[in-house]
T-cell receptor, first 120, second 104 residues
Framework: QEQLLESGGGVVPPGRSQRLSCVGS????????VHWVRHVPGQGLQWVAV??????????GESLEGRFTISRDNSRNTTDLQMDNLRVDDTATYFC???FGRGFYGMDVWGQGTTVIVSS | DIQMTQSPSSLSAAVGDSVVITCRAS??????LNWYHQKSGQPPRLLIH???SLERGVPSRFSASGSGTEFTLTVANLQPSDFGTYYC????????FGGGTRVE
């Protein structure tokens, strides 16, 4: 079935970097955009970034561009999120999600998430 | 930037009840509105897309309506699996989620 699987979470000190990865299976990965969305318990969902199916366009949530970089490798069915200069308030569970391709943005397939804890 | 405001932020309900959740956009988003349900420790699940279209596999007790700036999600005959947090999300020009409504 259609699946996404994230990896790369962990505990990281403030100011350091972390790279998350997401691999897709069960569908033609190169035909879909991919989002990263994060969840802080008690604070809801925050959209982080999207990359178009061919990597031609990338967009970021408020205040994240410049620290976060999204990329993809369609030959390996993967999307990565490079997070630099991490802050304590970046602590969250990070989900990758497939864009549903209906002419506006939405997410129809989600991974189980990977947790990043920014702490000294 | 478009702001999405959900109300209420939380509500108490019992199995068999009907609940209504409202989502307001700070400017018109036509029908570019999706609804998700998230249970603790799980990823969100897409319920409704395009303001009122039921995602495949989602039970018909979920319904939604609205356009422009005012949207509603109705869950009829609440089941134990329906508890959790509901989010609206606009998909244009970029994704933005509402603050969530916790159903407990």
């Amino acid at each position: 079935q259609e699946q996404l699987l994230e990896s790369g979470g962990g505990v990281v000190p403030p100011g350091r970097s972390q790279r998350l990865s997401c691999v897709g299976s069960g569908f033609t990965f190169s035909e879909y955009g991919v989002h990263w969305v994060r969840h802080v318990p008690g604070q809801g969902l925050q959209w982080v970034a999207v990359i178009w199916y061919d990597g031609s366009r990338k967009y970021y949530g408020e205040s994240l561009e410049g620290r976060f970089t999204i990329s993809r490798d369609n030959s390996r069915n993967t999307t990565d999120l490079q997070m630099d200069n991490l802050r304590v308030d970046d602590t969250a569970t990070y989900f990758c999600a497939r864009d549903f391709g209906r002419g506006f943005y939405g997410m129809d397939v989600w991974g189980q998430g990977t947790t990043v804890i920014v702490s000294s | 930037d478009i702001q999405m405001t959900q109300s209420p932020s939380s509500l108490s309900a019992a199995v068999g009840d009907s609940v209504v959740i409202t989502c307001r956009a700070s400017q018109t988003i036509r029908k570019y509105l999706n609804w998700y349900h998230q249970k603790s420790g799980q990823p969100p699940r897409l319920l409704i897309h395009s303001a009122s279209s039921l995602e495949r596999g989602v039970p018909s007790r979920f319904s939604a309506s609205g356009s422009g700036t005012e949207f509603t999600l109705t869950v009829a005959n609440l089941q134990p699996s329906d508890f959790g947090t509901y989010y609206c999300q606009t998909g244009s020009p970029l994704p933005r989620f509402g603050g969530g409504t916790r159903v407990e």
